[in-house]
């Protein structure tokens, strides 16, 4: 009778199952340092913006993470063509 109960939901030894949410929070720091770059220091905040968005390339956070990386690569190509090196 015993083991006829199942865990369902759970991974082994009755643990529950605990998605990795990083990769999103990297992705979404990411993001939000290169939108900054935009109005604050465009060469700091852009490079943390692309820094973060190519550590989020190796997890699951493909997306969010191309996308901090086109912000922050904008963010300083802008930067450039308004005020020079």
Do not use: C
């Not at 991974?11 to 290169?34: F, L, N």
């Amino acid at each position: 009778m015993a083991e006829e109960i199942r865990n369902e939901g759970h991974g082994q030894g009755g643990e529950r199952a605990v998605e990795d949410t990083s990769a999103r929070w990297i992705g979404w720091i990411g993001i939000a340092a290169s939108i900054i770059a935009f109005f604050f220091a465009p060469y700091i905040m852009g490079g943390a913006g692309i820094i973060l968005g190519i550590i989020g390339l190796f997890s699951n956070a493909k997306t969010l993470s191309w996308w901090a990386i086109g912000l922050g690569a904008a963010a300083i190509i802008i930067r450039w063509f308004m005020v020079g090196y």
